[in-house]
C-alpha cells in the first residue's frame, strides 16, 4: 500500500476520501425510486464492494490475498456483518427521510464508538467525551422532534442503526487489531449480497433493477471503495482528533450537494435539521478538541 508520511500530503487525501463519499446520498437522488428496489441496491452494491476490495488487495498483496480470509476471526466476522447491516439500513435510512437527517447520524458515529468500546472493550470515557456525547444526544432528540410522521421517523431510526452498524465495525478492530480491515470490508459486501440474494429469491423478486439504476448502484459501491482506499492511505499520519473533524467533509458536502438547486435535488433541511445538526457539530468539535487517544474512526456510506 502507498505509504504518506508527510501529514501536508495526507490532510488532503483524507479530505478528498471525504468529498467522494460526500457524493453518494446525490447518487441514491437520482436513482429511480430508489425505495422501491431497496434489496437490489444492496445486492448490486455489495457485490461491487466484493469485488472491488478483492481487486484491490491482489493489487497490492499478490495472489495470496486470499489467505486474509483465514485471518479475519470471530472479530471480523461481527465487524463486516455490523458493517454489512450498517450498509442495508443505510438506503432504508436515506429513501424514508432527507439526506441530511441520515448524514447526521452517521456524523454522530464516534460517539455510539464510544459507548460500545465502554460496554464492550471495557475502554474508559473522560468526562470530555461524556459532555460530547450529551451534546450530540441533545442534538438527536432536536432532529427527532421535527421528524416525527411515520415515514421520517423510520428513516431517522434506521440512520441510527446505520451509525450504530459502523461503529460495530469500528470497534471490532479495536478489539483484535490484527484482523485484516480491508477483508473485513470485503466481507461486508458479500454480507450483503448473499442477504439481498437470499431475500429477492425468497420474494421472487428480479434480482437487477433498470440498467440505469444498477450503473448508479455500482457507482455509490464504487464511490465507497475509492473514498475507502484513499482514506485508509491518509489517516495513518493523522491524529484521530484531525481524523474526526476531517470526517465531516463526508456529511457538509454530502447535504450541500442534494441542496444545491443546479444538481437538480434541492433538498432543504428543516428547521429542526438545522439546529439539531447545529448541535451534533459543536458535539464533534469539542470532542475533537478534547480526546487525547490516538484511535481511528472509519465511516463508509
Known amino acids: 500500500m ?14 478528498l476520501a471525504g468529498l467522494i463519499w ?9 436513482m429511480n425510486e430508489p425505495n422501491l428496489v431497496p434489496w437490489q441496491y444492496i445486492f448490486v452494491r455489495g457485490l461491487t464492494i ?3 476490495i478483492n481487486f484491490y488487495l491482489f493489487f497490492e498483496e499478490g495472489k495470496n490475498f486470499y489467505k486474509n480470509y483465514f485471518k479475519i476471526g470471530i472479530s471480523g466476522i461481527i465487524g463486516g ?33 464510544a459507548l460500545l468500546g465502554f460496554l464492550f472493550l471495557k475502554e474508559k470515557i473522560s468526562i470530555n467525551v461524556w459532555v ?10 432536536i432532529i427527532a422532534i421535527g421528524n416525527i410522521e411515520k415515514n421520517s421517523l423510520m428513516g431517522l431510526i434506521f440512520g441510527m442503526t446505520s451509525s450504530i452498524g459502523f461503529s460495530v465495525f469500528s470497534v471490532s478492530l479495536r478489539w483484535k487489531k490484527d484482523t485484516p480491515k480491508f477483508t473485513t470490508v470485503a466481507f461486508s459486501g458479500f454480507f450483503c449480497f448473499m442477504a439481498a440474494a437470499m431475500v429477492l ?20 459501491g464504487t464511490l465507497v471503495c475509492v473514498g475507502l482506499i484513499l482514506y485508509s492511505i491518509g489517516s495513518k499520519v493523522i491524529p484521530a ?36 445538526g447545529f448541535f451534533l457539530f459543536m458535539s464533534i468539535i469539542y470532542y475533537s478538541l478534547t480526546i487525547k487517544t490516538n484511535r481511528r474512526f472509519i465511516a463508509l456510506n
Open 241 to 276: 482528533a484531525e481524523l474526526t473533524l476531517l470526517s465531516l467533509m463526508e456529511v457538509i458536502g454530502g447535504i450541500f450537494w442534494v441542496w444545491v438547486p443546479i444538481l437538480g435535488i434541492n433538498e432543504i433541511p428543516s428547521t429542526n435539521t438545522i439546529i439539531g
Open 81 to 113: 456483518t455490523g458493517l454489512g447491516i450498517a450498509m442495508i439500513t443505510f438506503i432504508y435510512s436515506i429513501t424514508n427521510t432527507s439526506a441530511a437527517i441520515t448524514l447526521l447520524c452517521l456524523a454522530a458515529m464516534p460517539f455510539f464508538t
Open 132 to 141: 460530547s456525547i450529551f451534546i450530540a444526544t441533545v442534538g438527536i432528540i
Open 22 to 30: 460526500s457524493f453518494g446520498p446525490l447518487v441514491v437522488r437520482y
Open 50 to 52: 466484493f469485488l472491488v
Open 201 to 220: 429469491y425468497m420474494r421472487d423478486m428480479p434480482f437487477l433493477s433498470t440498467s440505469y439504476n444498477s450503473a448508479l448502484f455500482s457507482l455509490h
Open 2 to 15: 502507498i505509504e504518506l508520511k508527510n501529514e501536508k500530503i495526507a490532510i488532503p487525501v483524507v479530505l
